[in-house]
């Protein structure tokens, strides 16, 4: 019923940036929170950045300062600006959406994840 292709990973080195995009399709009424998260082999998924359909924003403390979250509330899309990037900031990177279909009901979908590396 809704897609989330996510684009923009790959491998960079300590210090640079990279941007994440995550494009939503299909039976969409309305795009609630959406939001990044991230898991590193043998880790749990993690929170990394959400943010309201007003814009309000929230991030995990380890990369605040770092990382910027925004969307496009016209085109469906979630971007994650990463500056700064460290090697722990190497993990799978998946998108999160809370999609309307109606009035009434919404449902969560994730991305397929895009692998972001960070070289020392």
């Known amino acids: 019923q809704v897609q989330l292709v996510e684009s923009g990973g790959g491998l960079v080195q300590a210090g640079g940036s990279l941007k994440l995009s995550c494009a939503a399709s299909?039976?969409?009424?309305?795009?609630?929170?959406m939001g990044w998260y991230r898991q590193a082999p043998g880790n749990q998924r993690e929170l990394v950045a959400t943010?309201?359909?007003?814009?309000?924003?929230d991030y995990a403390d380890s990369v605040k300062g770092r990382f910027t979250v925004s969307r496009d509330n016209a085109k469906d899309t979630v971007y994650l600006q990463m500056n700064s990037l460290k090697p722990e900031d190497t993990a799978v990177y998946y998108c999160?959406?809370?999609?309307?279909?109606?009035?009434?009901?919404?449902?969560?979908?994730w991305g397929q994840g895009t692998q972001v590396t960070v070289s020392s």
């Open positions: 299909g039976r969409i009424f309305r795009i609630d929170n």
């Open positions: 943010i309201t359909g007003g814009g309000i924003t």
């Open positions: 999160n959406a809370r999609v309307r279909s109606n009035v009434f009901d919404s449902n969560n979908y």
